[in-house]
Nanobody, 126 residues
Framework: AQVLVQSGGGSVQGGGSLRLSCAAT????????MAWFRQAPGKEREGIAS???????VYADSAKGRFTVSLDTAKNTLHLQMSSLKPEDTSMYYC????????????????????WGQGTQVSVSS
C-alpha cells in the first residue's frame, strides 16, 4: 500500500528553522506531484508548496522566500526547509502525493491529492 511517512517538525523560536521530510513508500512508480499543506486549529487546510517530477516548484505567498521544497527522487522523499519562521506558521503540516502531474495553482489545491501523510506539528514561539 502507498504510504507517506512524515518526520521532522517540533518547536522553535521565531526566526528559527525547521526541516520536514516525507518518505513515500509502496509506490510502484514515484508520484508525479507532491506537496505540503498545513492546517491550524479552526482554519482550512492551506497549500503552501509543491514540486513535480521535473522539480518545478510552486509556492503559496505565505511560503515564498522563506520555505524551500525539494524532492530526493532516489529516496522518494519530499522535504520542506523552513526558515525565518513566524508564530503564524504554527500549524499541523501534512505532505500529500498524487499520480497526476499538477501545474501552477492546481499543485497546491488539496482536492487534487489522494495520498496524505500522518501530519506533524510545527510550533513557533514569539
Amino acid at each position: 500500500a502507498q504510504v507517506l511517512v512524515q518526520s521532522g517538525g517540533g518547536s522553535v523560536q521565531g526566526g528559527g528553522s525547521l526541516r520536514l521530510s516525507c518518505a513515500a513508500t509502496g509506490y510502484r512508480r514515484n508520484p508525479e506531484s507532491m506537496a505540503w499543506f498545513r492546517q491550524a486549529p479552526g482554519k482550512e487546510r492551506e497549500g503552501i508548496a509543491s514540486i513535480d517530477s521535473v522539480r518545478d516548484a510552486v509556492y503559496a505567498d505565505s511560503a515564498k522566500g522563506r520555505f524551500t521544497v525539494s524532492l530526493d527522487t532516489a529516496k522518494n522523499t519530499l522535504h520542506l526547509q523552513m526558515s525565518s519562521l513566524k508564530p503564524e506558521d504554527t500549524s499541523m503540516y501534512y505532505c500529500a502525493a498524487t499520480d497526476r502531474w499538477l501545474k501552477g495553482a492546481d499543485a497546491i489545491i488539496q482536492a487534487n491529492y489522494n495520498y496524505w501523510g500522518q501530519g506533524t506539528q510545527v510550533s513557533v514561539s514569539s
